[in-house]
Nanobody
Framework: VQLVESGGGSVQAGGSLRLSCAAS????????MAWFRHAPGEEREGAAA???????VYTDAVEGRFTIVKDDAKNSLYLHMNSLKPEDTAMYYC???????????????????WGQGTQVTVS
């Protein structure tokens, strides 16, 4: 699976961004997908995940502000980010796993495929 992120950029606090992740087509609908973020000096953090059946999980820091959406017809994953805060500044990565989960995990060790990342800066 190849993953390519886009949509990052610079935004003022309180603003919004939508990240996109384009995935190659092979068995895409069977994958568990997630967005991770990595800020300088911090550990990589799972922000949101969605299972192949559409169940979603969010880390507490983004719950209520971020929405993860999977469009199987377009082989794409999105992260709608609202009410952005300076602490949301990070490199954001799209990840995929072919394993089956009842609830999609936010542990990076569970994901096999990764994109190259897209930078989000909130000031």
């Amino acid at each position: 699976v190849q993953l390519v992120e886009s949509g990052g950029g610079s935004v003022q606090a309180g603003g919004s961004l939508r990240l996109s992740c384009a995935a190659s087509k092979y068995r895409y609908t069977s994958y568990c997908m997630a967005w991770f973020r990595h800020a300088p000096g911090e550990e990589r953090e799972g922000a949101a995940a969605i299972s192949s059946s559409g169940r979603t999980v969010y880390t507490d820091a983004v719950e209520g502000r971020f929405t993860i959406v999977k469009d199987d017809a377009k082989n794409s994953l999105y992260l709608h980010m609202n009410s952005l805060k300076p602490e949301d500044t990070a490199m954001y990565y799209c990840a995929a796993s072919y394993a089956s989960f009842i609830l999609p995990p936010l542990r990076h060790s569970e994901y096999t495929y990764w994109g190259q990342g897209t930078q989000v800066t909130v000031s």
